[in-house]
Nanobody, 126 residues
Framework: QLQASGGGLVQPGGSLRLSCAAS????????LGWFRQVPGKGREGVSC????????YAEDSVKGRFTLSRDNAKNTAYLQMNSLKPEDTAVYYC?????????????????????WGQGTEVTVSS
């Protein structure tokens, strides 16, 4: 129900835009998050966005470099990644959950997410 795409190999300092396309769910009712994982480590939160798209959060490690946005009319979210660093190398996953009480809510806690995409690999290397 979530399809992540846009990963690839990029040089340090370069940019990539990841997409997360949703199907089979009321996309505009779901908050979204991007997470990443490298082998041997746990899943790390990157950024998240409320259902409306009005509120976003980014971890300090990517703040100012990554921008998360969404187009509810297209059932798609985008993670624009600029000034990429080798330490950004990971498999990136998008995820969605439906807030129970507050539609303006968002969360970087992966445990509350209900739906996950299959992951797209990002490699930052010269």
């Amino acid at each position: 129900q979530l399809q992540a795409s846009g990963g690839g190999l990029v040089q340090p300092g370069g940019s990539l835009r990841l997409s997360c396309a949703a199907s089979g769910l009321a996309f505009g009712d779901y908050a979204l998050g991007w997470f990443r994982q490298v082998p041997g480590k746990g899943r790390e939160g990157v950024s998240c966005i409320s259902a409306s798209g009005r509120s976003t959060y980014a971890e300090d490690s990517v703040k100012g470099r990554f921008t998360l946005s969404r187009d509810n009319a297209k059932n798609t979210a985008y993670l624009q990644m600029n000034s990429l660093k080798p330490e950004d190398t990971a498999v990136y996953y998008c995820a969605a959950y439906k807030p129970k009480y507050d539609q303006s809510a968002y969360s970087i806690d992966p445990s509350i997410y209900d739906f996950w995409g299959q992951g797209t690999e990002v490699t930052v290397s010269s």
